[in-house]
């Protein structure tokens, strides 16, 4: 994340649903999510002196909670939405079908004009305008 942002992620009390909030050091919200039960949990990544970041969550074919075997079969897609820090509004999103089961598969490039994402046996850059 940019330096200038914290990234916090939970879950609700039942255990159902997971969320996340990008808030400023001053505990300002710049965005916020929630999540369905189908959904893994939320990752963020971001590069120093950014004026952008970006948020993934990966969606599973059914529900399931923690204590449940996980399977990389159980994998429906991954999401990845890229965001200005300054108000958190989306400048682009992508959903790749049938993620790969690791921890993080999508990182933004220093120019700030890429988002790069492994999507099976590649890694994908997909362009945006530069902010």
């Known amino acids: 994340m940019p ?7 939970g879950c609700n009390r039942l255990g159902d649903g997971k969320w996340f909030r ?16 189908t959904e ?3 990752i963020a990544s971001g590069t120093v002196g950014s004026s952008f ?3 993934g969550s990966t969606e599973l074919i059914k529900a399931m909670d923690d204590s449940s075997p996980f399977h990389s079969s159980d994998l429906k897609s991954l999401r990845v939405g890229v965001y200005r820090a ?3 509004k989306k400048i682009t999103g992508v959903t790749i079908p049938d993620p790969l089961p690791t921890a993080q598969t999508f990182a933004l490039s220093p120019d700030r004009r890429h988002l ?3 999507a099976s046996d590649q890694i994908v850059l997909y362009s945006f305008p530069e902010m």
């Open 3 to 9: 330096p200038n942002l914290l990234f916090v992620t």
């Open 22 to 37: 990008i808030l400023r050091p001053d505990g300002k919200l710049v965005l916020k999510g929630e999540s369905l039960s």
């Open 40 to 42: 893994k949990g939320y």
């Open 53 to 55: 970041f970006a948020v």
């Open 86 to 88: 300054e108000n958190g």
């Open 116 to 118: 790069a994402i492994v």
